[in-house]
Nanobody, 120 residues
């Protein structure tokens, strides 16, 4: 069983920063894309940022210039550095990864989520 465990969420004032971490564990052959999604109350889950195994990144327009996604392949961990946080960033943030436990597999895995609350 592959597990994704997020950490680093919390309460922060507008303009502050947080760094989220997501560590993948279990029987892992390869992790291609890793990313972060978020879901605010009453909203659909939306993509925040993704990063490929080669380091190519994509960001939602709403977070460009403020958030930075990175990964440490030796630790099977993805990070999301969030700066200049705004109240509209408040959401549960979910880690997502396409994980192969063996060659030819491509499983979409999700973490349990970590709450980020940005106060005005």
């Amino acid at each position: 069983q592959v597990q994704l465990v997020e950490s680093g969420g919390g309460l922060v004032q507008a303009g502050g920063s947080l760094r989220l971490s997501c560590a993948a564990s279990g029987s892992i052959f390869n992790i291609n894309v890793m990313g972060w999604y978020r879901q605010a109350p009453g909203k659909q889950r939306e993509l925040v940022a993704t990063i490929t195994s080669g380091g190519s990144t994509n960001y939602a327009d709403s977070v460009k210039g403020r958030f930075t996604i990175s990964r440490d392949n030796t630790k099977n961990t993805v990070y999301l550095q969030m700066n200049s946080l705004k109240p509209e960033d408040t959401a549960v943030y979910y880690c997502n990864a396409y994980v192969a436990r063996r060659a030819g597999e491509n499983l979409n895995s999700w973490g349990q989520g970590t709450q980020v609350t940005v106060s005005s």
